[in-house]
């Protein structure tokens, strides 16, 4: 870890174990006091529903049902990643959709603000294989 990295004014290398818990405690605090609506980036639709929460972003799919450029052997694939990262991060049994011009992950709670930033960079690491403007 770089020696330039400090929390309350003090290196995070010299810190004690019982230090970093604490500190990981008010780092906790500090992010679930702020509206997630200053992290989510603007691709994405986060929607409180009945069941928990949806969350989906729009791709460039040339308006052709995605269940036409997705095989089913896709959708176990995405599914699959998305199952390793709601086990990391505690939100099992999020579904994948993949609609018209969009994929949805459907959670059946809702989501703390960690576990939204984790789902946020899972979009961001399935947009180079999903979008398919990406495609030479």
């Given at each position: 870890m770089s020696s330039d990295v400090s929390w309350?004014?003090?290196?995070?290398?010299?810190?004690?174990?019982?230090?970093?818990?604490?500190a990981l405690k008010e780092a906790l605090l500090l992010l679930r006091s702020v509206s997630p609506d200053n992290f989510i980036r603007p691709e994405l639709e986060v929607t409180e529903t009945s069941a928990g929460i949806l969350v989906a972003r729009t791709f460039k799919w040339a308006f052709i049902p995605a269940g036409h450029l997705w095989s089913d052997e896709d959708r176990r694939s995405v599914q699959a990643r998305l199952d390793a990262l709601a086990a990391r991060y505690g939100f099992e049994g999020a579904v994948v959709r993949f609609g018209p011009d969009r994929l949805e992950v459907d959670v059946p709670r809702r989501l703390q603000i960690e576990q939204?930033?984790?789902?946020?960079?899972?979009?961001?690491?399935?947009?180079?294989?999903?979008?398919?403007?990406?495609?030479?």
């Open positions: 309350k004014g003090r290196p995070i290398d010299e810190m004690s174990r019982a230090e970093l818990v604490q939204l930033l984790a789902l946020q960079e899972w979009f961001a690491c399935e947009k180079d294989g999903l979008d398919i403007s990406q495609v030479p």
